[in-house]
T-cell receptor, first 115, second 113 residues
Framework: GAGVSQTPSNKVTEKGKYVELRCDPISGHTALYWYRQSLGQGPEFLIYFQGTGAADDSGLPNDRFFAVRPEGSVSTLKIQRTERGDSAVYLC?????????????FGPGTRLTVL | GDSVTQMEGPVTLSEEAFLTINCTYTATGYPSLFWYVQYPGEGLQLLLKATKADDKGSNKGFEATYRKETTSFHLEKGSVQVSDSAVYFCALDSGGSQGNLIFGKGTKLSVKP
């Protein structure tokens, strides 16, 4: 079946612009996670959704970052007033349910470059 | 807070060599432990996992044993292949009801023919 998909695969923007990154999880997966992977680092947790609600957004670096999942499926990560330090690969993952021990399936990521 | 430390790379081996990538963790409670792999140009894939102490995860010839006494989850393979060239990430789940993952920095493995 189809895996997690993310669009766009690459996004180049200018400092100060607004960007949206989209994630399509595996059908039927209720849990959705966003991570950010900087060069040479492991992924870092940003936000977690269970269904439509953001159950934990403690990883969002500041209030320029926001994410939604209005119908409990597709999610959009939104970044306002982008800064050069936001450049990274943004990863989305989904799992059948939340909680420990559940395998997370990752998308290919969106590489964001802020000039 | 919870954290994962894994050996820094890059690691370069000849085909059929023995592989060990060290991973240690700090966690409150009893996390599950994972190894993820990222092949060139591809997304992260789960390689293996272990959910409790003394469990051994295995897949594709790779093994790792959850050692609570040494807080370790070292990845091993007896005979690596060129196709194993990738970046390997050790991770744990943070606990609670949500299960978000905490990753190490990754270890790049290159296997030469």
């Amino acid at each position: 079946g189809a895996g997690v998909s993310q669009t766009p695969s690459n996004k180049v923007t200018e400092k100060g612009k607004y960007v949206e990154l989209r994630c399509d999880p595996i059908s039927g997966h209720t849990a959705l996670y966003w991570y950010r992977q900087s060069l040479g680092q492991g992924p870092e947790f940003l936000i977690y959704f269970q269904g439509t609600g953001a159950a934990d957004d403690s990883g969002l670096p500041n209030d320029r970052f926001f994410a939604v999942r209005p119908e409990g499926s597709v999610s959009t990560l939104k970044i306002q007033r982008t800064e050069r330090g936001d450049s990274a690969v943004y990863l989305c993952a989904s799992s059948k349910t939340s909680g420990r021990h559940n395998e997370q399936f990752f998308g290919p990521g969106t590489r964001l470059t802020v000039l | 807070g919870d954290s994962v430390t894994q050996m820094e790379g890059p690691v370069t081996l000849s085909e059929e060599a023995f592989l060990t990538i060290n991973c240690t963790y700090t966690a409150t409670g009893y996390p599950s432990l994972f190894w993820y792999v990222q092949y060139p140009g591809e997304g992260l894939q789960l390689l293996l996992k272990a959910t409790k102490a003394d469990d051994k995860g295995s897949n594709k010839g790779f093994e790792a044993t959850y050692r609570k006494e040494t807080t370790s989850f070292h990845l091993e393979k007896g005979s690596v292949q060129v196709s194993d060239s990738a970046v390997y990430f050790c991770a744990l789940d943070s606990g609670g009801s949500q299960g978000n993952l905490i990753f190490g920095k990754g270890t790049k493995l290159s296997v030469k023919p």
